[in-house]
T-cell receptor, first 113, second 114 residues
Framework: GDSVTQMEGPVTLSEEAFLTINCTYTATGYPSLFWYVQYPGEGLQLLLKATKADDKGSNKGFEATYRKETTSFHLEKGSVQVSDSAVYFCAFKTSSNTGKLIFGQGTTLQVKP | DAGVTQSPTHLIKTRGQHVTLRCSPISGHKSVSWYQQVLGQGPQFIFQYYEKEERGRGNFPDRFSARQFPNYSSELNVNALLLGDSALYLC?????????????FGDGTRLSIL
């Protein structure tokens, strides 16, 4: 069935370190891919998206490239800040159910000064 | 512009009771989806409504129901509450019912069952 697998957390980094959070998906149909971020006590905020193969989504220094051949959508940032500490969710939806996002389990990022 | 708003923010109920959660989508958004997020996990899809019709339903029991009103706001109802229903309930809206449209989330309703 449809699913998303994210790397286990927590990921602990020092400020200005390089970040990668791995995400792979299994989808029946052609998915659009999304990264969401959740700060403590809040809902989810859309971070970036990509809707077709080889698209690169980017926002606030974060990037992810839609890799159809490896069914992956890894999140990267060149230099993390303490304010980036949050839970990051990889998700997708397909044409067969456009109102349903399939989420991974989330990856907690802790950035230390 | 106001984002997705949900009410109440917190709710405490006891087993067997009934609860109604409310959601107002972003102005102009006609699609509303509901999710349940248990602590430490990703959100799980419950329902989607578009133009007041149910478009999708997740793997939840019949105790869960929802509806959408003419102004596109929505309610999620849960009957006969169980301890396992304790979770953050998220509402999300989108402009169009399409694969490439992102969903925008509210801050959720935290439901605790005693």
């Amino acid at each position: 069935g449809d699913s998303v697998t994210q790397m286990e957390g927590p990921v602990t980094l020092s400020e200005e370190a390089f970040l990668t959070i791995n995400c792979t998906y299994t989808a029946t149909g052609y998915p659009s891919l999304f990264w969401y971020v959740q700060y403590p006590g809040e809902g989810l905020q859309l971070l970036l998206k990509a809707t077709k193969a080889d698209d690169k989504g980017s926002n606030k220094g974060f990037e992810a490239t839609y890799r159809k051949e490896t069914t992956s959508f890894h999140l990267e940032k060149g230099s993390v800040q303490v304010s980036d500490s949050a839970v990051y969710f990889c998700a997708f939806k397909t044409s067969s159910n456009t109102g349903k996002l399939i989420f991974g389990q989330g990856t907690t990022l802790q950035v230390k000064p | 512009d106001a984002g997705v708003t949900q009410s109440p923010t917190h709710l405490i109920k006891t087993r067997g009771q009934h609860v109604t959660l409310r959601c107002s989508p972003i102005s102009g958004h006609k699609s509303v989806s509901w999710y349940q997020q248990v602590l430490g996990q990703g959100p799980q899809f419950i329902f989607q409504y578009y133009e007041k019709e149910e478009r999708g339903r997740g793997n939840f029991p019949d105790r869960f129901s929802a509806r959408q009103f003419p102004n596109y706001s929505s309610e999620l109802n849960v009957n006969a509450l169980l301890l396992g229903d304790s979770a953050l309930y998220l509402c999300a809206s989108s402009n169009r019912d399409a694969r490439d449209q992102p969903q925008h989330f509210g801050d959720g309703t935290r439901l605790s069952i005693l």
